[in-house]
């Protein structure tokens, strides 16, 4: 059924998407006359000013207001610095909503399955359940496994509700964080005190002095990346194991023509892990073959796939923007969504093929999707279930709308803070300071998280590809998670030996000595944590200063899209890091918000906001100040600074 509405396309695929597959299928919505975000966003350009620069109030409602210079106050007298600073905290309180909800939501099933209410769940990693209870004292000491996660669970659900303590998790940081956000009284109380109290700030008439909205936008960040996310993350690897290094494929290539394929796509790691487990079922594949296809291939978009590719090697399909482009494959019969980063539009590109959108959580609906009540109390039983339904549709499938493009990666993910930790030193000398050392001599100049999503407003995939690969030639280890560990994934460059190539010799040395890539997945947007986890390791071990905020390390969101990724960046500026932006954030009308992230910042914790939206400037930017904090902490040795030239860049 063809969308009439759709007008010819003023931008080639090739300038809105970078990668072969992606550009196949693009070509192949714009000729079906299918409606996608990319053309969306053709009828979206001329967007807002008032938006982009944060100044339109619409909170309450004698406004909308909208500020300008002849109107430099809204109704009530709220002025542009205010009214940004409001926008720009709830941005935040609604990513930090986001991850804390995912986390309550396995904290809750942690706690259902020590009180043996789960008959499919388990506790799959015990050291990890052990580990974690260790580090906020929980006797673990002739205790059954289920009366220590119960404790366990009891302890995070209070991380939720706090009313007046502030938050455990905390103390997981650097003793000197923690000192900071002591004096400069950002530590958040409970999580969920924190995202009702700056709704409260927000309402009409409450905060209006910008810089405490701001120092409060730090503090409900750290109820996210100090609280709900890193509980998120410790409880996904207790119930399902902590990632070590797994060997998979991406991209749209992944999908087989002569199987039933299925999509996962979110980010909670619940019902996509047991859906895992059910495909290969014996009776499933009966099921399959019975349906006439070889059997059944599981792949996951965006963070959901992340989950399962860094415990089960589970292949991704993609990573955000390609979304509706999976299902322009006219190859997948069921796209099983969660919650987070979901286009409503599915079900309207669904409907020219026979996929079947299903939607597994009551918090998560679309028009057009089928709602599924999956039964997490009989969780198998109810994947399998579902899994059944998808193969049901292979026989609906219309084999001459089929294009899977044969565009795929060989990747290798898994890299949890473990994992990197025992690939340093093995079982008995696991420790992280091989990696120190390699820092300090300047074999490895510094590191960089590369985090987040893909954005329409530019040739997706194309920054992060370009920045990694320039950061990895200067010696700088790479750090990755999202939809951006996705891009490098895609182009190949997350397995040894493709990425070595291009590493510069310092790093290059140290990874084959060690065998891990210059660019390392460690995971899903909630597992930024392991990026600050990974920090905390590198200053506990010593050597490189007492302070995250001294670390020659930067973290880059070079195609950001999501409110998750503003509370991210906070977290890590409000822990020490600075933070790159690809893409602005909406606070130009206000130079007061501005200045305050971007200078004020680092008077408070060390690290600011920069926004740099060209790839190469952003390398430079972060090589700088790699260099300048290695010349503070007084083990500079001058290293060879090469960026790429075009033909190193054609090559990658
Ligand atoms: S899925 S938040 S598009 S990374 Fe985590 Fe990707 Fe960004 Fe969603």
Redesign the pocket.
């Known amino acids: 059924m063809a969308n009439e509405t759709v007008k010819a396309p003023a931008i080639k695929p090739e300038e809105r998407v970078s990668d072969p597959a992606s550009v196949e299928v693009l070509k192949k919505a714009e000729k079906e006359c299918i409606e996608t975000c990319f053309s969306r966003y053709d009828t979206q350009k001329n967007q807002c000013k008032f938006g982009t620069s944060g100044v339109c109030c619409k909170i309450c409602h004698m406004g909308p207001c909208r500020i300008t210079p002849k109107s430099p106050r809204g109704i009530c007298g709220a002025d542009a610095d205010t009214i940004v600073a409001r926008n720009y905290l709830r941005e935040v309180v609604a990513g930090t909503a986001a991850h804390s909800d995912h986390g309550r939501h396995l904290v809750l099933l942690l706690k259902k399955v020590a009180e043996g209410r789960e008959k499919d769940y388990t506790i799959k990693d015990v050291p990890a359940l052990l580990r974690y209870s260790q580090c906020y004292g929980i006797k673990t000491d002739g205790r059954s496994n289920e009366e220590i996660a119960l404790e366990l669970s009891e302890l995070f659900i209070m991380e939720f509700s706090s009313q007046e303590e502030p938050l455990k998790t905390l103390r997981l940081a650097p003793e000197k964080q923690q000192a900071v956000w002591k004096n400069t009284k950002v530590e958040p109380l409970g999580i969920d005190r924190m995202v009702v109290e700056s709704m409260h700030r927000t309402h009409m008439g409450v905060d209006h002095d910008y810089r405490n909205i701001l120092k409060q936008a730090f503090r409900t960040s750290l109820a996210d990346g100090w609280g709900g996310a890193r509980v998120a993350s410790m409880v996904s690897d207790i119930l399902f194991g902590t990632p070590s290094p797994v060997r998979s494929t991406a991209n749209l290539g992944v999908l087989q023509v002569d199987t039933v394929n299925i999509i996962v796509h979110g ?1 909670e790691p619940s019902l996509s892990e047991m859906l895992a487990a059910a495909v290969s079922d014996p009776e499933i594949i009966a099921y399959a073959k019975k349906a006439g296809a070889k059997g059944v291939t599981l792949a996951g978009l ?2 959901t796939a992340n989950e399962i590719l860094m415990r089960r090697g589970i292949p991704v399909a993609g ?2 923007l390609q979304q509706e482009l999976a299902i322009i494959t006219g190859a997948v019969e069921m796209m099983i969504v969660d919650v ?2 979901v286009m409503p539009s599915l079900p309207q590109v669904a409907k020219h093929y026979h996929t079947e959108i299903v939607s597994a959580t009551d918090i998560a609906r679309t028009i057009g999707a089928t709602y599924f009540d999956f039964d997490e109390d009989n969780a198998y039983e109810s994947a399998k279930s579902l899994i059944r339904k998808a193969i049901d549709n292979y026989g609906k499938r219309d084999p001459a709308k089929v294009a899977i493009p044969q565009y795929k990666n060989p990747l290798v993910a898994g890299f949890s803070v473990e994992a990197i930790r025992y690939m340093l030193g093995g079982t008995f000398r696991g420790s992280f300071r091989p990696l120190n050392d390699a820092i300090i001599s300047g074999r490895i100049r510094g590191v960089a998280g590369i985090v ?2 893909n954005n329409v407003k530019s040739t997706s995939d194309v920054y992060t590809n370009v920045l990694a690969a320039e950061l990895i030639k200067n010696n700088i280890l790479v750090l990755q998670t ?2 951006s560990a996705q891009c490098s994934g895609k182009a190949g460059c997350l397995t040894p030996e493709t990425a070595l190539q291009f590493a510069g010799a310092g790093l290059r040395e140290v990874c084959e000595t060690v065998g891990i890539p210059p660019m390392l997945h460690m995971g ?2 909630v597992d930024n944590v392991r990026i600050l986890e990974a920090a905390t390791e590198i200053v506990k071990e010593g050597g490189l200063g007492d302070d995250m905020s001294k670390l020659p390390a930067v973290g880059v969101a070079p195609e950001w ?2 409110e ?2 503003v509370a991210i960046g906070c977290y890590f500026v409000a822990s020490g890091v600075d933070v790159v932006l690809g893409v602005p954030f909406h606070i130009s009308g206000s130079a007061n918000v501005t200045r305050y992230l971007e200078e004020e910042a680092r008077e408070m914790f060390g690290g600011a906001f920069v926004t740099i939206e060209d790839p190469i400037e952003a390398a430079k930017w972060v090589m700088k100040t790699i260099e300048e904090a290695r010349d503070n902490l007084g083990i500079n040795k001058k290293a060879e600074r090469k960026l790429l030239d075009m033909k190193d860049r054609r090559g990658i």
């Open positions: 980010h965006c963070c990573n955000f987070q980063c987040g999503c999202g939809c899903s947007c899209m999501s998750k990724a």
